[in-house]
């Protein structure tokens, strides 16, 4: 995220059945003028002083261990995407929601 920017991340897990998981989660990013790219000496600059890009996102992933080898995966993720299209792929800026899931078969 480089400088001038900030990120919190919140996490609970639970295990309802000894093969199984599910975490809730939440971040949020944000990121104020990039004094980086200026150039200079970044000594008295303002901490933040305008957000020109933020990432809230909020995602429930879920899991179960078929077999020592197999799990079975799916999640959703909520995201809201505002400001900067320099910083976030541009198909992924505003408000969106990702489903995904999958088969993992291996150790």
């Not at 809730?24 to 303002?46: A, C, F, K, V």
């Not at 990432?55 to 079975?72: A, C, E, K, P, R």
Request: glycine fraction near 14%; hydrophobic fraction near 35%.
């Amino acid at each position: 995220m480089r400088d001038n920017s900030r990120s919190w991340y919140l996490a609970a897990d639970w295990r309802p059945l000894r093969a199984a998981g599910v975490r809730l989660w939440h971040e949020r990013s944000e990121r104020g003028t990039d004094y980086q790219s200026i150039g200079g000496t970044r000594l008295g600059l303002p901490y933040l002083g305008t957000i020109e890009w933020s990432n809230i996102t909020t995602g429930l992933d879920l899991s179960y261990m078929v077999t020592g080898g197999v799990q079975i995966r799916a999640s959703v993720i909520r995201r809201n995407v505002t400001g900067e299209d320099e910083w976030y792929p541009s198909h992924l800026s505003g408000t969106t929601t990702t489903l995904s899931g999958g088969v993992v078969w291996g150790f």
